[in-house]
């Protein structure tokens, strides 16, 4: 079976007035438009197609009897357009989250409570891949040699000072730990405003980009401790087609551009600044894996004619069907196919077709592997991991 589902944009004031429209062809709505889901999360199920109009979320249940299909999906897939910087976050493993989980709903505290850190017991790795030109994310804790150096150029306000001290003690996970702790938890905010001036009045080419965002982010979220917390990150730009992948424990925040992202179906996310909402220090820093490591770059695998973003968990994985040759895909339990360039058109093992437009998509059940592409199109392909 092939069902077309659709959904509308979120507007999450972070989220691109334009991006979306743009990709869809359509005139802005003059909201800002986040993200677009495409699943059966009940944060916003995907709406069926089918003659009925039921969400997913109503609609796989309804189904799963007659069709090989499960009740509820591993994944989620979504359109994300990035027009200010998203909150630094850190998601929890499978195992944090159903102890958190437990711990919360013991204490009563309600799921839709600001301070409430797990809103369910499921992890929540991402994966997404650029579709701008340009994506600029943070992902991760930089090589503390170099945390260290960028520190340096700052020069020696007595807030600059403590940052330093903090930098050095420890073997690096230790050093980040305590820095991190102390700017979320300890530092006044003169003392945050004080590390901001500094790095905002600085040049260092070596630096350029980092104390350029430092100024944006300044710009967005005047003052706020996620600001600091930036400087010791990666800063990634992906180019159209690169893609991070983003496990549990990792630092990360997306910053500008328009991508299309494959997660667990999850919604627990601790934060860690450029946000006014609530942070829970104590509980972020038991989630975070302090550890430096390099920008986590996650490149396709090639099956024939298509290629494969799989980061090797059970949940999900994203096939990519280039526009301007056909392709042929098998397929992983239930999929969705999301459209992002040109008019493809779809064919199913049964016969059965779907042409998609860009932001157009598509439930496609098990039995219509393998998945042949016209090529006229491009598009991704969520479906269960390995």
């Not at 109009?53 to 990035?82: C, F, I, M, N, S």
């Not at 968990?313 to 994203?318: G, H, K, Q, T």
Request: no cysteine; glycine share 10%; net charge negative.
């Amino acid at each position: 079976m092939l069902v077309a589902i659709s959904n509308t944009p979120r507007d999450y004031a972070w989220g691109s007035p334009t991006l979306i429209a743009d990709l869809e062809g359509r005139e802005p709505s003059g909201a800002p438009e986040a993200e677009v889901w495409f699943g059966d999360h009940p944060g916003s199920p995907a709406v069926v197609h089918d003659g009925t109009d039921r969400t997913l979320d109503a609609w796989l249940p309804a189904v799963a009897g007659e069709q090989d299909v499960p009740a509820k999906l591993p994944y989620l897939l979504k359109l994300l357009a990035a027009g200010a910087p998203l909150s630094i976050q850190v998601h929890p493993s499978k195992e944090q989250a159903v102890e958190g989980f437990a711990r919360e709903e013991a204490a009563g505290v309600p799921r839709d409570a600001g301070s409430r850190n797990y809103k369910d017991d499921n992890h929540k790795p991402e994966v997404i891949v650029a579709l701008s030109d340009t994506f600029t994310a943070l992902a991760g804790l930089r090589d503390i040699s170099r945390t260290r150096a960028l520190v340096d150029a700052l020069g020696d306000a007595p807030a600059v000072a403590t940052l330093r001290a903090h930098l050095s003690g420890g073997d690096a996970a230790d050093a980040l730990r305590s820095t991190i702790g102390w700017l979320l938890g300890e530092a006044d905010p003169a003392e945050i405003a004080q590390i901001v001036d500094a790095a905002a009045s600085t040049e260092s080419s070596p630096f350029a980009a980092e104390l350029e965002l430092t100024r944006s982010l300044h710009t967005a979220y005047p003052a706020d401790p996620g600001i600091v917390v930036a400087l010791l990150m990666n800063l990634v730009e992906l180019r159209r087609g690169e893609a991070i992948f983003v496990p549990a424990g990792v630092l990360h925040a997306y910053v500008a551009g328009l991508g299309v992202e494959i997660m667990a179906a999850s919604d627990n996310v601790l934060r860690g600044g450029l946000t006014p909402k609530h942070i829970d220090v104590a509980e972020l820093l038991a989630l975070v894996d302090f550890r430096p490591a390099e920008p986590p770059f996650l490149r396709p695998t090639p099956t024939g004619e298509a290629e494969v973003f799989a980061p090797g968990i059970a949940d999900f994985a994203l096939g990519h069907l280039a526009e301007g040759a056909e392709a042929r895909l098998d397929l992983r339990g239930v999929a969705i196919a999301l459209g992002v360039a040109g008019s493809a058109t779809l064919t199913g093992a049964s016969g059965a077709a779907v042409t998609l437009a860009p932001g157009e998509a598509a439930l496609l059940t098990p039995d219509e592997s393998p998945l042949t592409s016209d090529g006229a199109g491009e598009v991704f392909v969520a479906m269960p991991g390995a």
